[in-house]
């Protein structure tokens, strides 16, 4: 990909961009350039546009198609970038407790703040990189209540006293990288700073789902967010933003479902009739065992993020299937009860136990009209293969 740079930004880029739209994995680059090329346009130019207008295709689950075909991307800004619907409840919890000016500090190329100034909200974005806070700029023009400054977070003084970080994570060393536990200083802006501002104002923290509990202040609400069924971030809320010490998983849908609860472990008890997936937000939460007591569900095996019980529940945290039969975790028999059930059509799920579906699913040589899920995991200290039929497909 082609380093960006000032030509991005004018009219003739503009133009070939309209022309271009959105380019996916299918498009024959090769011919593309070459046509461009005949038609006069500059090298650089068209390789500009061609990154470009991939970014765009690649941006339009996030941002809908509508806003991605105008906007400008880096690669790194694009993979950090916060969805649509997500930012928009950003910005939401920020405007519904009365706050009128939001700093962004570190906007990258401005996903959050384009919320934040659509929510009505004024937007001081700070942004380093030169060239971002250039994109990020371009991505909010239509947008007067929101300022884009090219500075350093660290030196920033802001007139608001409500603050958005989007803390990066640094690109480590190989020797870094090895480490078992992420530190502050791994981040950019450093979480010491981040979580600094939010001792002292209003503020919202995004950080990764994977966020390691240990780094969380207590003095703070965390929440893990879903979206679409994945787990999209973890979002820590200080001041008036947040309720210090509560911890809740929530499911940004309509209407948004939230968990909360204290850190407790499940029981532990053999696979009953129904085994459950639970969302991700609530594993990573450390929320499950207080769920999991709560709706009289059991988990099959320490550190396991599968539930069970011996009635069917039905909850938007759950995704249920119904026990056929226990299988040890062996190829050969599991390819042979495959072939007797005449299960042409598998879904492989795995937790615990280092065989992948990639792996298995060769092996099996399935032939048949019927459907199943498998799920590989371990029940006990036992490797298993659960035999089972999704609740959603009865």
């Known amino acids: 990909m082609p380093d960006l740079d ?33 038609q006069g346009y500059e090298p650089q130019l068209v390789a500009l ?50 706050i009128k000016l939001v700093t962004d500090l570190g906007c990258g ?34 947008y007067p209540m929101a300022k884009v400054s090219n500075a350093d977070a660290l030196d920033i003084e802001a007139e608001s006293t409500a603050f958005w970080l989007d803390p990066a994570r640094r690109k480590l060393s190989s020797k870094a990288t090895g480490r078992v536990m992420l530190k502050p200083e791994d981040f950019s802006p450093n979480l010491n700073f981040a979580f600094e501002i939010g001792g002292k104002h209003t503020a919202g923290i995004k950080l990764a789902g994977s966020l390691p509990h240990e780094l969380i202040p207590e003095d703070c609400e965390a929440n893990w967010v879903s979206h679409n069924n994945e787990l999209v ?29 204290d850190l407790i472990q499940a029981p532990i008890n053999e696979v009953g009739k129904y085994v459950y997936d639970p969302n991700p937000a609530l594993v990573r939460s450390h929320l499950l065992g ?24 039905i909850s938007p945290w759950l995704r249920g299937f119904e026990v056929m039969e ?6 050969k028999r599991i390819a042979k009860r495959m072939s007797e059930l005449g299960i042409g059509t598998l ?9 992948t ?19 590989l995991t371990r029940v006990g200290d036992a490797r298993k293969a659960l035999v089972c039929q999704s609740l959603s497909q009865r």
């Open 6 to 38: 000032e030509k991005i930004f004018g009219p003739e880029a503009k133009q070939l961009l309209g022309k271009l739209g959105f380019l996916d994995a299918k498009a024959d680059l090769l011919k593309l350039t070459t046509d461009l090329r005949k």
């Open 49 to 98: 546009c061609i990154s470009q207008a991939k970014l765009r295709s690649r941006a339009v689950p996030k941002f809908g198609s509508e806003l991605a075909s105008t906007m400008l991307f880096t690669e790194e800004g694009l993979e950090q970038a916060t969805r649509q619907q997500v930012a928009a409840w950003h910005a939401q919890r920020f405007s519904t407790r009365g």
């Open 109 to 142: 190329i401005g996903g959050d703040a384009l919320a934040f100034a659509e929510a009505g909200l004024e937007v001081a974005a700070i942004e380093k990189d030169g060239l971002t806070a250039k994109i990020a700029q371009h991505n909010l023009h239509d």
């Open 233 to 261: 971030e973890t979002v820590l809320w200080f001041g008036e933003l947040g309720k210090s010490g509560k911890r809740s998983a929530l499911i940004l849908a309509d209407p948004i479902i939230e968990y909360s609860a």
């Open 290 to 313: 207080a769920f999991a007591i709560e709706n009289g569900l059991w988990g099959i095996s320490p550190s396991i993020a599968y539930l069970s019980s011996d009635s069917e529940l």
């Open 326 to 331: 226990a299988l040890p975790l062996d190829v």
């Open 347 to 355: 879904e492989i799920k795995k937790r615990g136990v280092d065989i």
């Open 357 to 375: 579906p990639e792996q298995l699913r060769p092996k099996l040589k399935l032939k048949g009209k019927n459907t199943a899920t498998l799920i």
